[in-house]
Protein backbone atom coordinates (compact mmCIF):
# COMPACT_ATOMS: atom_id res chain seq x y z
CA UNK A 1 0.00 0.00 0.00
CA UNK A 2 0.96 3.50 -0.77
CA UNK A 3 0.75 5.90 1.99
CA UNK A 4 -1.68 8.62 2.69
CA UNK A 5 -0.67 11.96 1.12
CA UNK A 6 -1.23 15.42 1.73
CA UNK A 7 -0.48 18.14 -0.92
CA UNK A 8 0.63 21.13 -0.67
CA UNK A 9 3.18 19.97 2.12
CA UNK A 10 3.71 23.69 2.76
CA UNK A 11 1.62 27.20 2.53
CA UNK A 12 2.34 30.43 3.12
CA UNK A 13 -0.68 32.70 2.93
CA UNK A 14 -1.52 36.02 3.76
CA UNK A 15 -4.81 36.70 6.17
CA UNK A 16 -7.66 36.95 4.93
CA UNK A 17 -6.92 34.69 1.74
CA UNK A 18 -8.66 31.18 1.38
CA UNK A 19 -6.68 28.10 1.20
CA UNK A 20 -7.49 24.33 0.34
CA UNK A 21 -5.78 21.35 1.11
CA UNK A 22 -6.00 18.21 -0.19
CA UNK A 23 -5.78 14.52 1.10
CA UNK A 24 -4.99 11.43 -0.50
CA UNK A 25 -5.71 8.18 1.80
CA UNK A 26 -4.23 4.64 1.28
CA UNK A 27 -6.40 3.41 -1.35
CA UNK A 28 -9.58 1.13 -0.14
CA UNK A 29 -9.29 2.95 3.49
CA UNK A 30 -13.27 4.25 3.47
CA UNK A 31 -12.19 6.20 6.96
CA UNK A 32 -10.94 9.58 6.49
CA UNK A 33 -10.20 11.59 9.35
CA UNK A 34 -8.83 15.30 9.75
CA UNK A 35 -6.81 16.80 12.27
CA UNK A 36 -4.83 19.92 13.60
CA UNK A 37 -1.57 20.26 15.42
CA UNK A 38 -0.42 23.68 16.70
CA UNK A 39 3.59 23.44 18.55
CA UNK A 40 4.08 22.06 20.80
CA UNK A 41 0.71 20.13 21.19
CA UNK A 42 -0.58 16.58 20.05
CA UNK A 43 -3.50 16.86 17.21
CA UNK A 44 -6.93 17.60 17.46
CA UNK A 45 -9.63 16.04 15.80
CA UNK A 46 -11.03 18.31 13.68
CA UNK A 47 -13.78 16.02 11.47
CA UNK A 48 -13.85 12.53 10.40
CA UNK A 49 -15.79 10.66 6.85
CA UNK A 50 -17.32 7.22 6.29
CA UNK A 51 -17.54 7.20 2.62
CA UNK A 52 -18.45 10.17 1.49
CA UNK A 53 -20.53 11.10 4.46
CA UNK A 54 -19.37 13.78 7.10
CA UNK A 55 -20.42 11.84 10.13
CA UNK A 56 -18.23 14.10 13.01
CA UNK A 57 -17.05 17.21 13.48
CA UNK A 58 -15.32 19.18 16.29
CA UNK A 59 -16.43 22.28 17.69
CA UNK A 60 -13.18 23.30 16.42
CA UNK A 61 -14.23 23.38 13.09
CA UNK A 62 -15.64 27.37 13.02
CA UNK A 63 -17.42 28.12 9.84
CA UNK A 64 -14.43 29.30 8.35
CA UNK A 65 -13.50 25.56 7.80
CA UNK A 66 -15.35 23.26 5.25
CA UNK A 67 -14.45 19.74 4.95
CA UNK A 68 -15.49 17.62 1.76
CA UNK A 69 -14.69 14.01 0.14
CA UNK A 70 -17.56 14.20 -2.50
CA UNK A 71 -16.82 10.27 -3.91
CA UNK A 72 -15.22 8.74 -1.09
CA UNK A 73 -12.18 8.83 -1.85
CA UNK A 74 -10.29 11.57 -1.85
CA UNK A 75 -10.86 14.51 0.36
CA UNK A 76 -10.62 18.50 0.60
CA UNK A 77 -10.24 20.80 3.56
CA UNK A 78 -10.53 24.74 2.66
CA UNK A 79 -10.17 27.12 5.03
CA UNK A 80 -11.68 30.30 4.44
CA UNK A 81 -10.64 33.93 5.58
CA UNK A 82 -7.67 32.57 6.90
CA UNK A 83 -5.94 34.13 10.59
CA UNK A 84 -2.77 33.97 12.05
CA UNK A 85 -4.56 31.61 14.68
CA UNK A 86 -5.14 29.00 11.64
CA UNK A 87 -1.14 28.60 11.26
CA UNK A 88 -0.46 24.85 12.24
CA UNK A 89 -0.15 21.42 11.18
CA UNK A 90 -3.06 19.68 9.21
CA UNK A 91 -2.80 15.86 9.34
CA UNK A 92 -5.05 13.81 7.38
CA UNK A 93 -5.34 10.02 8.86
CA UNK A 94 -6.99 6.97 7.29
CA UNK A 95 -8.58 3.68 8.45
CA UNK A 96 -10.04 0.69 7.23
CA UNK A 97 -12.54 -1.04 9.41
CA UNK A 98 -11.76 -4.10 7.84
CA UNK A 99 -7.91 -4.31 8.86
CA UNK A 100 -5.66 -3.27 11.89
CA UNK A 101 -9.46 -2.47 14.31
CA UNK A 102 -9.37 0.57 13.01
CA UNK A 103 -5.75 2.02 13.22
CA UNK A 104 -5.42 5.26 12.00
CA UNK A 105 -2.62 5.65 9.66
CA UNK A 106 -1.26 9.59 9.18
CA UNK A 107 -0.03 11.64 5.87
CA UNK A 108 2.87 13.35 6.39
CA UNK A 109 0.60 16.56 7.00
CA UNK A 110 0.21 20.61 5.24
CA UNK A 111 2.31 23.34 7.44
CA UNK A 112 -0.09 26.23 7.09
CA UNK A 113 1.35 29.46 7.78
CA UNK A 114 -0.82 32.66 8.11
CA UNK A 115 1.35 36.12 7.63
CA UNK B 1 -14.84 13.35 28.09
CA UNK B 2 -11.39 11.95 28.01
CA UNK B 3 -7.93 13.08 28.48
CA UNK B 4 -4.64 11.99 28.17
CA UNK B 5 -1.37 13.66 29.80
CA UNK B 6 1.69 13.09 29.18
CA UNK B 7 3.41 14.88 32.08
CA UNK B 8 6.78 14.34 30.70
CA UNK B 9 7.47 17.43 28.17
CA UNK B 10 11.11 16.27 26.98
CA UNK B 11 13.38 13.72 28.05
CA UNK B 12 17.31 13.54 27.40
CA UNK B 13 19.10 10.44 27.68
CA UNK B 14 22.35 8.98 26.47
CA UNK B 15 22.43 5.75 24.07
CA UNK B 16 21.99 3.02 25.31
CA UNK B 17 20.00 4.12 28.38
CA UNK B 18 16.32 2.47 28.92
CA UNK B 19 14.05 5.17 28.82
CA UNK B 20 10.21 5.23 30.22
CA UNK B 21 7.25 7.82 28.44
CA UNK B 22 4.69 7.72 31.01
CA UNK B 23 1.26 8.03 29.97
CA UNK B 24 -2.15 8.45 31.95
CA UNK B 25 -5.25 8.93 30.80
CA UNK B 26 -8.97 9.68 32.34
CA UNK B 27 -12.02 8.49 30.78
CA UNK B 28 -15.64 7.55 31.75
CA UNK B 29 -16.14 4.80 29.20
CA UNK B 30 -15.45 1.25 30.58
CA UNK B 31 -14.12 -0.20 26.87
CA UNK B 32 -11.52 1.77 24.74
CA UNK B 33 -8.37 1.47 22.76
CA UNK B 34 -5.17 3.23 23.80
CA UNK B 35 -2.35 4.08 20.80
CA UNK B 36 1.57 4.94 20.70
CA UNK B 37 2.54 7.60 17.91
CA UNK B 38 5.89 8.47 16.85
CA UNK B 39 6.68 11.67 15.13
CA UNK B 40 10.50 11.87 14.19
CA UNK B 41 11.70 15.17 12.84
CA UNK B 42 9.81 14.76 9.08
CA UNK B 43 6.46 14.99 11.01
CA UNK B 44 4.84 11.99 9.74
CA UNK B 45 2.93 10.11 12.80
CA UNK B 46 4.07 7.00 13.08
CA UNK B 47 1.24 4.05 14.65
CA UNK B 48 3.39 1.89 17.11
CA UNK B 49 0.79 0.02 18.65
CA UNK B 50 -2.91 -0.18 20.09
CA UNK B 51 -4.00 -2.02 22.97
CA UNK B 52 -7.34 -2.81 24.20
CA UNK B 53 -8.84 -1.72 27.83
CA UNK B 54 -10.22 -5.55 28.36
CA UNK B 55 -6.65 -6.76 27.59
CA UNK B 56 -4.02 -5.96 30.38
CA UNK B 57 -0.96 -8.05 29.10
CA UNK B 58 1.81 -6.03 29.18
CA UNK B 59 4.02 -6.46 25.32
CA UNK B 60 7.17 -6.33 23.93
CA UNK B 61 8.12 -5.96 20.57
CA UNK B 62 12.13 -5.62 20.19
CA UNK B 63 13.46 -2.78 22.08
CA UNK B 64 9.63 -1.39 22.46
CA UNK B 65 7.61 -2.75 25.56
CA UNK B 66 4.39 -1.13 26.94
CA UNK B 67 2.48 -1.06 30.36
CA UNK B 68 -1.20 -1.13 30.54
CA UNK B 69 -1.82 -0.74 34.06
CA UNK B 70 -6.01 0.02 34.13
CA UNK B 71 -6.03 0.78 38.12
CA UNK B 72 -3.84 3.93 37.84
CA UNK B 73 -5.01 4.73 33.75
CA UNK B 74 -1.64 4.44 33.13
CA UNK B 75 -0.35 3.05 29.54
CA UNK B 76 3.88 3.71 29.60
CA UNK B 77 6.01 2.71 27.02
CA UNK B 78 9.50 1.47 27.44
CA UNK B 79 12.31 1.56 25.08
CA UNK B 80 15.35 -0.72 26.15
CA UNK B 81 18.96 0.27 24.61
CA UNK B 82 17.78 3.52 23.03
CA UNK B 83 19.09 4.70 20.01
CA UNK B 84 19.94 7.77 18.26
CA UNK B 85 17.27 6.88 15.79
CA UNK B 86 14.32 6.95 18.76
CA UNK B 87 14.76 10.61 18.63
CA UNK B 88 11.30 11.49 18.20
CA UNK B 89 7.84 13.23 19.74
CA UNK B 90 6.12 10.15 21.23
CA UNK B 91 2.40 10.88 21.58
CA UNK B 92 -0.23 8.82 23.51
CA UNK B 93 -4.19 8.22 22.48
CA UNK B 94 -7.22 6.91 23.75
CA UNK B 95 -10.50 6.36 21.79
CA UNK B 96 -13.83 5.07 23.13
CA UNK B 97 -15.03 1.69 21.82
CA UNK B 98 -18.93 2.92 20.76
CA UNK B 99 -20.68 2.51 17.93
CA UNK B 100 -19.94 5.89 15.62
CA UNK B 101 -16.98 7.40 18.24
CA UNK B 102 -13.68 7.33 15.56
CA UNK B 103 -11.70 10.64 17.31
CA UNK B 104 -8.62 10.18 18.61
CA UNK B 105 -7.46 11.94 21.91
CA UNK B 106 -3.93 12.55 22.02
CA UNK B 107 -1.59 13.86 24.74
CA UNK B 108 0.61 16.70 24.39
CA UNK B 109 3.38 14.80 23.84
CA UNK B 110 6.62 13.52 25.05
CA UNK B 111 9.80 15.08 23.01
CA UNK B 112 12.64 12.09 23.48
CA UNK B 113 16.34 13.03 22.52
CA UNK B 114 18.67 10.17 22.35
CA UNK B 115 22.41 11.64 22.30
CA UNK B 116 25.22 9.45 20.94
Known amino acids: DTGVSQDPRHKITKRGQNVTFRCDPI?????LYWYRQTLGQGPEFLTYFQNEAQLEKSRLLSDRFSAERPKGSFSTLEIQRTEQGDSAMYLCASSSPGRGEYEQYFGPGTRLTVT | AQKVTQAQTEISVVEKEDVTLDCVYETRDTTYYLFWYKQPPSGELVFLIRRNSFDEQNEISGRYSWNFQKSTSSFNFTITASQVVDSAVYFCALRPIIQGAQKLVFGQGTRLTINP
Open chain 1, 27 to 31: SEHNR
